[in-house]
């Protein structure tokens, strides 16, 4: 595949793996037993993840509040979470690829020796980038570190003489069954929660440009199994389309004054 570059001071603050399959009834106590047993040597903890389930009737809007079975590394930076019809791998202590499709491969054999989903329906790979760099004053200052293509708006004009203050966006990329879609922005403070469930390494406050990559892979004239060798031939082709966008957003003087020094 190439040679890619691995930078000692990357700017990921969360990977996000989640493989959609088909739907589930609830894990059972016996099930959840059975996937701690399985994961116990890299998820040792069981801390169940809150999620709000949201319904509209005629009486109004619903809310139920729900447990998903989620397992933590000791260290409180990667979890895995196993919903009806997802199962999700988050991590703030990302190294390599070959390790978090390690995570994902335990968690998948975890899911089907527990209680088997039939099919897969959708693969996503996010990478949350805080871009942040030294000497940011003003909006424009950003025009340095990452492309034109993205920072261009910052040379328009209102009323003379007043350039953006801020900008969001977001793009899209290829089609139904595979593609990338970028969210991206300026934005201070942080995009994922020091305070949040997964520990993670907490730059000083202020202002950082969102690099935000959801890159995904979703089967269509068929489901196939929900098994290892099904997701495999996919992970690396999905996750690698993050890569290839990322070194394209940001610019030579980013790669090597900020990606290439040591924390």
Known sequence: MGHREIYPN??????????????????TDADQATLKASLTDTFPLARPARRVNVTMSAA????????????????????VTFRPDAIVVE?????????????LRKA???RQKA???DGIERLGVRYINEVRAPDIESPQDWT????PALTSIATLQSDGDRNARSWQGMAVFGDTASGAVLR?????GYAVNPAGDLRRATPPPGPFYLVD?????????ETPPLDWEHVESQFDTTALRAYSLFEQLITDEYRQEVLRHDR
């Open 91 to 103: 991590t703030t202590r990302y190294e390599r690829r070959s390790n978090l499709r390690e995570l």
């Open 144 to 147: 340095k570190w990452i492309t």
């Open 108 to 110: 998948v054999e975890a």
């Open 184 to 188: 991206h922005g300026l934005f201070e």
């Open 213 to 221: 990559l959801d890159c995904y892979w979703a089967p269509q004239d």
């Open 10 to 27: 990357p700017p990921l603050a969360l990977n996000v793996v989640e493989l959609r399959h088909t739907a589930t009834p609830a894990l």
């Open 60 to 79: 109004g809007i619903n809310e139920e509040q729900l447990l998903d079975a989620r397992y933590m590394t000791r260290d409180n930076t990667t979890a």
């Open 115 to 117: 209680a088997p989903a």
